[in-house]
């Protein structure tokens, strides 16, 4: 039996299709969406997985129309103001990735109160992408490392793989070792591109607000039948 993945990161996609399907608004798919995260954290936790990233809104995002987004900024907040307690008391740390400076100053202050009490924990690591997007985070690495070049802080000389990976936000994270899709859609969308590089991927058609327990044994089974040779031979 192989390990179970150290960093999982899950695009939660199909929660409009799935309130589509049922004749319901798509913000009802998103409250259903927010269940399914608090049993999967839970699960994962259960599971032994040390990081869990979940992919909540992207760059692309704001795009959506603005009743959207504004439920979406909401139920953040709501989720925040009643699970951080329980999340702190069962040991989860949060944190984030993605420029939060745009969200909703109700947002920035749940998530601030929220990394301050959950700061030392040890037990799962709950890292929200919010306003993320993976190129907007490589093109923001390029300006720190151009800055710290002029400023003489770095030589070009000593710019490597792992140099680069500490000028991203995910600089505290390790590589993912699954990216879970839902919903069938079969892309990245602009996710942990760089730190995917050796990522194993597993999609499934079902929509995220039905992803539960058994789902993400299945995608744990098929991940631990895998072979990761990162390039080389076995
Ligand atoms: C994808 O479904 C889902 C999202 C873009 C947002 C996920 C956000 C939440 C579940 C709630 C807010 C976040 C937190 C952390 C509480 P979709 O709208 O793209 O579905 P579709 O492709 O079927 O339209």
């Not at 959207?68 to 909401?74: A, G, I, N, R, S």
């Not at 600089?171 to 892309?187: A, Y």
Request: proline share 3%; hydrophobic share 35%; charged share 30%.
């Amino acid at each position: 039996m192989k390990d179970v993945p150290n960093h999982l990161a899950i695009i939660m996609d199909g929660n409009g299709r799935w309130a589509k399907k049922r004749f319901l608004p798509r913000s009802a798919g998103h409250k259903a969406g927010v269940e399914t995260i608090r049993k999967i954290v839970k699960e994962c936790k259960k599971l032994g997985i040390k990081h869990l990233t979940l992919y909540a809104f992207s760059t692309e995002n704001w795009k959506r129309p603005q009743k959207e987004v504004e439920t979406l900024m909401t139920l953040l907040v709501t989720y925040l103001k009643k699970e951080v307690k329980e999340l702190h008391e069962n040991n989860v740390k949060i944190t984030t990735i993605g420029d939060i400076s745009k969200f909703p100053n109700v947002c920035i202050k749940e998530l601030n109160n929220a990394y301050e009490l959950t700061k030392n924990n040890t037990g799962i690591n709950l890292n929200l992408a919010l306003n993320y997007g993976s190129r907007n985070d490589i093109k923001n690495a390029i300006k720190c490392i151009i800055e710290d070049i002029r400023l003489e802080n770095i030589d070009i000389e000593n710019i490597d793989e792992s140099l680069i990976s500490n000028y991203l936000s995910t600089k505290n994270l390790p590589d993912p070792d699954l990216i879970i899709r839902t919903s069938g859609e079969q892309r990245l969308s602009n996710f942990l591109l760089w730190e995917g590089a050796y990522t194993e991927f597993y999609f499934t058609d079902v929509n995220w607000p039905e992803f539960d327990e058994k789902e993400l044994k299945k995608a744990i089974d098929t991940y631990q039948n895998r072979e990761r040779r990162f390039g080389g031979v076995k």
